[in-house]
């Protein structure tokens, strides 16, 4: 004879979900400050490059070098669509539990 009541109980499925949207949460968070390192590292790389005739360098200059930013603008998008999509991912995180909680309630 098997007793049903000692059946081992089930997770409540609302923790699950809140695990859910917290890893979702810190999984993205993470790639996106990964992208946004890499934006700025890519943007503030430099080359030293020869000077254009006619350079300007102010009266005092000791140094005499040029510099390019070959990717700078190409590192600076992913760095700044890096930081808006954290933003995203954040608020996106924050409406799902306050839409699981307002959902658990009676």
């Known amino acids: ?3 049903e009541s000692s059946a081992p109980p089930q997770p409540a499925p609302m923790r699950s979900r809140d695990d859910l949207v917290w890893w979702s949460i810190v999984v993205g968070s993470i790639l996106s400050v990964a992208g ?12 030293e490059a020869e000077c254009a005739d006619g350079t300007y360098f102010p009266e005092g200059t000791t140094d005499f070098r040029c ?15 890096s930081l808006m999509l954290g933003i995203l991912i954040v608020l996106t995180g ?4 306050a839409t699981f909680a307002s959902a658990d309630r009676p």
């Open 67 to 81: 510099f390019v930013h070959p990717q700078g603008l190409e590192g600076s998008a992913i760095a700044v669509i």
């Open 1 to 3: 004879m098997t007793d």
């Open 94 to 97: 924050a409406i799902a539990k």
């Open 36 to 47: 946004l390192v890499i934006g700025l590292v890519m943007a503030f790389k430099r080359n």
